[in-house]
T-cell receptor
């Protein structure tokens, strides 16, 4: 089954404790992206990657890191989480083709930073 | 940078009536305008998209219109059904697909009254 998986789905942590949210896709997509969703603000792009070893900042990259060492994986790293990073996080992937464009989203990771 | 405004934030319509959601964008270089539907507890799902070289696109009960001069685009849902109840997001991208930097609107919660 074609899908984007995220782990963990729920995470409660404390300020300053480094964490990683994993994202994996099995569709051989070149493009992957991370978003955060907050009430009233919609989805905001954190980082995106057009291919292996290629990453770019989205709209709200501060406080986050990403890496793209393999095509299928795109982990989101919070080196020193703060309460304002409490949010619902989505990973997504897409082929990089002009005529075929569907961005597939993962199920989401709800993060609470105390 | 690009800014996308979406209205209304909530919309309630009688089953069978039409629903219209409107978005405006700020950067005239934007080329790609997708619409996503998000059901409770799930990630967003692409429902229709339009590129800057097209003024209107239709897919069964869903249509999108784009006015490049005014920098606004709209989602039209006709003959609404209970399963249309969800949160809808518009977005704008300077690429020709969502495989690039992308800015989302703040979302519209659509409720269909039986």
């Amino acid at each position: 089954e074609a899908q984007v998986t995220q782990n963990p789905r729920y995470l409660i942590t404390v300020t300053g404790k480094k964490l990683t949210v994993t994202c994996s896709q099995n569709m051989n997509h070149e493009y992957m992206s991370w978003y955060r969703q907050d009430p009233g603000l919609g989805l905001r792009q954190i980082y995106y990657s057009m291919n292996v070893e290629v990453t770019d900042k989205g709209d709200v990259p501060e406080g986050y890191k990403v890496s793209r060492k393999e095509k299928r994986n795109f982990p989101l790293i919070l080196e020193s989480p703060s309460p304002n990073q409490t949010s619902l996080y989505f990973c997504a992937s897409s082929p990089v083709q002009y005529t075929t464009d569907t961005q597939y989203f993962g199920p989401g990771t709800r993060l609470t930073v105390l | 940078g690009e800014n996308v405004e979406q209205h209304p934030s909530t919309l309630s319509v009688q089953e069978g009536d039409s629903a219209v959601i409107k978005c405006t964008y700020s950067d005239s270089a934007s080329n790609y305008f997708p619409w996503y539907k998000q059901e409770l507890g799930k990630g967003p799902q692409l429902i229709i998209d339009i590129r800057s070289n097209v003024g209107e696109k239709k897919d069964q009960r869903i249509a999108v219109t784009l006015n490049k001069t005014a920098k606004h685009f709209s989602l039209h849902i006709t003959e609404t059904q209970p399963e249309d109840s969800a949160v809808y997001f518009c977005a704008a991208s300077m690429g020709y697909s969502s495989a690039s930097k992308i800015i989302f609107g703040s979302g519209t919660r659509l409720s269909i009254r039986p």
